[in-house]
């Protein structure tokens, strides 16, 4: 079975930015939203940021003027760039797609961001 592919997480400090990329399975690809979501220890999985198959761009409160999402349709990525990053921002970053905010597939790896000084 095809699975999402997360990278690009790592450390950085306080007010740092990093850029986060996600494959999408090819099936999967410009049929549904993709979200980019995030899962702090001991939390539920958070939906943080996603784009419709339109391309309309939704963001959580916390992300709004920080984070940006966009895709390559060449290449069935989906990426979620984000400034300003917070020590509230560490959490394991995964994308999945949604269908009336459910997610549909099994959880990838995903990919680790750490913010801390």
């Known amino acids: 079975q095809e699975q999402f592919v997360e990278s690009g997480g790592g450390w950085v400090r306080p007010g740092g930015s990093l850029k986060l990329s996600c494959k999408v399975p090819?099936?999967?690809?410009?049929?549904?939203?993709i979200g980019w979501y995030r899962q702090a220890p001991g939390n539920s999985h958070e939906l943080v940021a996603r784009?419709?198959?339109?391309?309309?761009?939704l963001l959580s409160g916390s992300a709004q003027g920080r984070f940006t999402i966009s895709r390559n349709s060449q290449e069935n990525t989906v990426f979620l760039r984000m400034n300003n990053l917070d020590p509230e921002d560490s959490a394991v970053y995964y994308c999945?797609?949604?269908?009336?905010?459910?997610?549909?597939?099994?959880w990838g790896q995903g990919t680790q961001v750490t913010v801390s000084s």
């Open positions: 999945n797609n949604i269908r009336d905010m459910i997610p549909l597939s099994p």
């Open positions: 784009v419709t198959t339109a391309g309309f761009v």
């Open positions: 090819g099936s999967i690809f410009g049929r549904y939203t």
